[in-house]
């Protein structure tokens, strides 16, 4: 029997979260800079309470719990709520706690959160609309969300390729949406004022592929995909001799209406 999408994610992350903690490309980043500066802007240190939603190894509570009084890090995983409660104790962040629970279903009460944020985990969920919805409940009336996602291209031919590798890389992705889409999301969730930012992303073929633990035949059937790309993939892509490329990290700021 197949696995559901959920026990695909779990099975997929559940062991890998030191790799997570470890790994540059999460822990490190503008768009860490521009959530934090934005943070410090809006919310005030002594009351805010941020949830960080598929927190994974942390890094984005790790980043924002010095501007803020509360964090709470939420993920399906239990070991990569373990990794994030040793990593923050290592910190002496003693004001992260962790919930083990999905996107789609967050027990917490409505509007009990001043920021609702998420980084590099959206594209893993199945019922996006719904873990919207539910990021919109548990934020208050004047709160604000912070989504960080790899983005999908605008460009459909670029966009087909991107998926696909990242599929092929990770049996549980589901996709990367656009700009346009995450704009289209949101406002249907129940936030205004959009604020959009993004970086260039390389990503480095071999780091890429074993955090994932890629198997090999997956590996190459990604190799064969870049080489055959046509040319206006590899131009948008930068796709390199040994299969790294760049991919487009996006910052989306938005508050609830």
Known sequence: MKQAHSDTVQSQFDDQAQAYLQSAVHA??????????????TIPASSGRLLD???GAGHLSFTLAPALKEVTA??????????????AADRALGNITTTQASAERLPFDDGHFCV????YSAHHWLDLPGALQEMRRVVNPKGYILVIDIEGHEDALVDTHLQAMELLRDRSHIRDRTPSEWTRLLSAAGFTDIRHQNWPTRLEFGTWVTRMRTPADRIAVIRKLQQEAPSE??????????GSFTATTGLWWARAC
């Open 28 to 41: 490190m980043g503008p768009d860490l800079t521009q959530a934090r500066e934005w943070i410090s802007q």
């Open 53 to 55: 939603v598929g927190c």
């Open 74 to 87: 939420v993920d399906p995983s239990p070991n990569m709520l373990a990794t994030v409660a040793q990593a």
């Open 116 to 119: 609702v944020a998420t980084r």
């Open 233 to 242: 993939v590899q131009k948008a892509l930068a796709i390199e001799e040994d």
